[in-house]
């Protein structure tokens, strides 16, 4: 099973910048697309970013311009550099893949979720 590791998450300021890394971990999958997803408190979990294994991006609308995706397609990571944070960016931030067998059917899994938190 693929093992998602997550790390970056904190307090930064508003205004401030943080960047988010997962890492898929002891898999002998193919994983296709990693990506970002977060949950507010009393919200519904919501896309942040995607990226495919050839480099296709998503964006919310909420973070286009202020976050950059990136993959690195050898190491099975995916990070994500947010800049001009806010406080509607505070979430709970979850690490997302979506992988298989090189003939199989495609599973998704998801990390354990990192606290980002933005102060004024």
């Known amino acids: 099973q693929v093992q998602l590791v997550e790390s970056g998450g904190g307090l930064v300021q508003a205004g401030g910048s943080l960047t988010l890394s997962c890492a898929a971990s002891k898999s002998i999958f193919s994983i296709d697309t990693m990506g970002w997803y977060r949950q507010a408190p009393g919200k519904q979990r919501e896309l942040v970013a995607t990226?495919?294994?050839?480099?296709?991006?998503v964006y919310a609308d909420s973070v286009k311009g202020r976050c950059t995706i990136s993959r690195d397609n050898a190491k099975n990571t995916v990070s994500l550099q947010m800049n001009s944070l806010k406080a509607e960016d505070t979430a709970v931030y979850y690490c997302?893949?979506?992988?298989?067998?090189?003939?199989?059917?495609?599973?998704?899994?998801w990390g354990q979720g990192t606290q980002v938190t933005v102060s004024s």
């Open positions: 997302k893949a979506i992988a298989g067998e090189a003939y199989g059917p495609r599973y998704r899994y």
């Open positions: 990226i495919t294994s050839g480099g296709s991006t």
